[in-house]
């Protein structure tokens, strides 16, 4: 596994999410607040703090690539604002259609609706949430409070209503990403997926699920944090060794620590902000 793997798979959820697309009222915009509205059977998971990104001079370029990647085709849709976005998640199941956007930030509604009928557009309700029907794009728009918009095709879209309204199985309750995310430090991005890291590696069973955050550890540093769950100890134990020398032939990593706990290979390493991009 190196580096490169780790950010082709950042790169591949943002590339499929945007393939796929064209709360409560309590929630705070992290990682696990989103997870909590997503459902369970999802099997992609990403998670992005876009205002600490846009306030940190030093993370601009990493920045104004996940605007120009994934920000820039939300830009389209009439009246959102996405200046107002603070955080965002995406989550997928590999079904068509199935592809979730969720929107945490403050978002002037009155304005939005103005907007939505400026374009002829009709407003349906779901789960008791107004619900906006973006025909040619294959798209619904769910104002679930000034803090949460949710974005996805009808299928999608209804899913996650059932969980932030009905009270459906959300992501968090599934086992694996609930002790994936719990074991993950809060970070700029987050991202959980049950495609492996490992790579050319076939002798090793591969884990159940991934995870890995970015955080910024100095001015001119991100440290990049995973876990890997697998299936058994025995499998966790056989792993470790090649994961550790994967990691060591990636240039740019330095500081690497990894370490085994039961089923969970977890493991840390510190690269140049510089080298991350998108």
Same mark, same amino acid.
């Given at each position: 596994m190196?580096?490169?793997a780790?950010?082709?798979?950042?790169a591949l959820?943002l590339l499929s999410?945007?393939a796929?697309?064209?709360?409560s009222?309590?929630?705070?915009?992290?990682?696990?607040?989103f997870?909590k &509205?997503l459902?369970r059977?999802?099997?992609?998971?990403?998670f992005?703090?876009i205002?600490?990104?846009r306030?940190?001079?030093?993370l601009?370029?990493?920045?104004?690539?996940?605007?120009d990647?994934?920000?820039?085709?939300?830009e389209?849709?009439?009246?959102?604002n996405?200046?107002?976005v603070k955080?965002v998640?995406?989550?997928r199941?590999?079904?068509e259609?199935?592809t979730?956007v969720?929107f945490?930030?403050?978002?002037?509604?009155?304005?939005?609706?103005q907007?939505?009928q400026?374009y002829?557009?009709v407003?349906?309700?779901?789960?008791?949430?107004?619900?906006?029907?973006?025909?040619?794009?294959?798209?619904?728009?769910?104002l679930v409070?000034?803090n949460?918009?949710?974005?996805?095709?009808?299928t999608?879209?209804?899913?996650?209503?059932?969980?932030?309204k009905g009270?459906?199985?959300?992501?968090?309750?599934?086992?694996?990403?609930?002790?994936?995310? &719990?074991?993950?430090?809060?970070?700029?991005?987050?991202v959980?997926?049950?495609?492996?890291?490992?790579?050319d590696?076939?002798?090793?069973?591969?884990?159940?699920?991934?995870g890995?955050t970015?955080?910024k550890?100095?001015k001119?540093?991100?440290t990049?944090?995973?876990?890997?769950?697998f299936?058994?100890?025995?499998a966790a134990q056989?792993?470790l060794e090649?994961?550790?020398?994967d990691l060591?032939t990636?240039?740019s990593?330095?500081?690497?620590?990894?370490?085994?706990?039961t089923?969970?290979?977890?493991?840390?390493?510190?690269a140049?902000?510089?080298?991350?991009?998108?």
């Open positions: 190196r580096s490169k780790i950010f082709l798979l950042v959820v999410s945007l796929g697309a064209g709360c009222s309590g929630q705070k915009g992290t990682a696990v607040d997870m &509205q459902p059977n999802y099997v992609s998971f990403i992005i703090d205002a600490r990104m306030a940190d001079d030093e601009k370029e990493m920045y104004s690539g996940i605007q990647s994934m920000l820039s085709g939300f389209e849709i009439p009246g959102l996405i200046a107002a955080s998640a995406l989550a199941t590999g079904e259609d199935s979730v969720i945490y930030g403050d978002f002037n509604l009155e304005e939005l609706r907007k939505l400026e002829k557009l407003a349906d309700t779901y789960q008791k949430t107004e619900v906006w029907n973006l025909a040619e794009e294959n798209l619904s728009l769910a409070n000034k949460s918009i949710v974005i996805s095709a009808e999608g879209l209804k899913r996650s209503l059932d969980v932030i009270g459906a199985a959300s992501l968090y309750d599934s086992a694996d990403f609930r002790d994936i995310a &719990q074991r993950l430090p809060p970070g700029l991005m987050t959980l997926d049950t495609q492996s890291l490992i790579v590696q076939p002798e090793i069973n591969a884990p159940k699920l991934t890995v970015l955080t550890k100095d001119a540093t991100i990049v944090s995973g876990v890997m769950k299936g058994d100890a025995g056989t792993a090649p994961i550790k020398a060591k990636e240039e990593f330095r500081g690497i620590s990894v370490t085994q706990d089923v969970f290979v977890e493991f840390t390493a510190d140049d902000i510089s080298e991350i991009g998108f």
